[in-house]
């Protein structure tokens, strides 16, 4: 992991205290809301439904199991309602598809005191919000995929001290995400992102990203397309310097639904493509400060030499494990992932729990899993895109001993990948911007899919359910997706099928398509089921749901889920 | 970072009596529109240094033949959070390396003192209820610490300060 140096600590310390001045100049009346607003957001604190939420950002979704348990303290003793009519709720956290972890119930007056207690251990909510550039994400199994072409957490890291408190960027037209993958799988869907970036080796051998444009979900989805096929990784600040200013220059600012960056890049395509390289050419060659943005080796170096193997960590040989018991055996081709190290497996703490919400977190189960990193994971974690916990550096060799811990903490549901496994954001349970309920929802999947064997034989489908339009819960890159949206205070649900994040199996980055008028609330479980059993009836031998709907085209499956409608049935 | 009031301020609009003067004749401490320069920059002598106000939406790169007669540059702010003035400051700064000064006008607060100052202002003139002590506090935030990135004040990143220590 990334090792913070004096300087990185006295910076998110210096950022904790900014943040109390702030706040008390706020509770004192001398800041007004408005103004208030746009700076708590860019240290996390958003005002939800209920009470603020708090955003604290996992850079690239490496944790420490020192860092978990600060999390779990804070969810402990600072995550609570003391009265109201919502007296006593909190307690956990929940972590989101952007790698990062949401409180719900921490009151505004403790906000600085838990921006101190994140400082500590090297944590902060910088940028986690707002019209800024966000948290970066990236592979959950970077540094330890077998199919890693380059690791991409040093250059993870370069990117996150660049683009923290950067002045020329704190306000932009609108939110900005970067994503990077350094694995011939997309495990990141950097095609969803303002900016994606892909690491990528020449002929010569030599480290380079193609860099992609002008993705995002929301309102109008749109995959991001290719600005340049490789920038040499030395160059990437200045390249993402000239594609952000461009952007802070000429993006929309008159309609907050036209202004992320992928509506400049659509409606300007190749003349901004020209800006933006000539831009970069302008800073390399006409700068007298230009060639101070490009990264040193030296630089590069010292941040890689936080990113070794853990000490004790080297390939091992393989470990015949004794399979005899189903469920082990289950978990093991479940959960259980490849590494580049022989000898070793990233495991997958299962957070998708019979009635519990996807990626919710309590205080317990947080100290649980930071407890099973450090007996067997060097103290490491990460933290999923899916809304999961990975361990990165299991011996194979200590797979039953896990499996019975995991099993034991309620870890070891051996559904990683599957229906199961979904995306949901919070909803209108907490999100002020939500049209409609999510978690209701997952609550009734995870209810009706418990059989083991019903959700292998269903194979690998990634179900991801937002509660308004602004896609938290990506419903726009599921193989089934659904859209709460609201009609006259009512909840209804829109489907989608054919969606997917970036990876070989869902064929790149794809928008799925919207079948049919949406559903009523006591409608859509039954839409699901409904498409389910439509792929089971017609699916060759060993095709995949999202082949399926390729090949059968959207039809067969609308016809299924209309079957269902009540409420919404035309007379 | 220089705190201007606007009315005590020497540099004055050119304001004729049916509203700013299409064409204003030659004069020190004349504040004028782009559309002004524009008008005049043809025929004024170069020895009368102006003030611009440069709107936040215009490309600040067409100033650049400019820039030796201009004294002063005012940027705009027409909400504090529209942030496109900071890169036509670095611009000005680091491409342009312009020597005059930097104004920050319209809905200005204490809590953009520092990415002011980091993108090349060194004047603002606040919105009426900010207070100029708070102001300073929150320059001063991080002056012992400093930033990763580079500045107009401070070019090199973090990296290269570090290895040059």
Redesign the interface.
Known sequence: MYQYTD?DR??VH?RA??YR??LE?HLAG??GTD?FR??RLQNGWYIQRHAPMLRVAVPYGELSSRQLRQLARIAREYDRQPDGPFAGQGGYGHFTTRQNLQYNWIPLVDSATVMDLLAEVDMHGIQTSG?CIRNITSDAFVGIAPDEIVDARPYAE?LR??S?????????PRKFKIAISGAKEDRAAIGWHDIGLQLKKNAAGEVGFQVFVGGGMGRTPIPGVEINAFVPWHHILVYIEAIV?CY??AGR?DNLYKARIKILVKAEGQKFFDAVNEEYQ?ILA????GH??I??Q??LD?VAACFVDPVGVKAAAAVQLDTSDPAFARWLQRNVHGHRLSGYRAVTLSLKRIGIAPGDTSADVMDTAAALADQFSHGELRVTHRQNLVLPWVREADLPALFQAARAAGFATPNAGLLTDQIACPGGDFCALANARSLPLAAEIAERYQDLDELEDLGEIDLHISGCINSCGHHHSGHIGVLGVDKDGTEWYQLTLGGGDGTKLAGGTVAGKVIGPSFAADEIADAIDAVIETYTRERLAGEHFIDAVKRLGLDPFKTAANAVRVSTAKA | MKFINATTCPWKHAIGEDGPKPDPDPAPNRLLSLEQWHAVRAHWPQDVPAAIEFPNDADINQLAPDLPRIALVVLDFPK?????A???A?LLR??H?FKGAIRARGEV???MM??LA??GFDEVVMRGDQ?QA?AQ??LD??A????????VDE??????R??AA
Do not use: C, M
Not at chain 2, 144 to 151: C, S
Not at chain 2, 155 to 160: A, E
């Open positions: 300087f006295r910076f210096a205290a900014q001045d702030q100049r001398t800041l103004e746009a700076l019209n370069v001290q660049w923290t408190l950067h002045p020329e960027f704190a306000h932009l200013r802070n220059l600012r302008r006409g700068d007298p400060a101070e943005q990264i040193p030296a630089e010292r | 504090w959070t529209d942030g496109r900071y890169s036509q670095h680091i491409r390396q607060l204490v809590d520092q990415l980091r993108t207070s708070a506090k929150a935030l991080f012992p610490v400093g930033f990763y990135q580079g500045d070019t090199r990143p973090w990296f290269l570090r290895s």
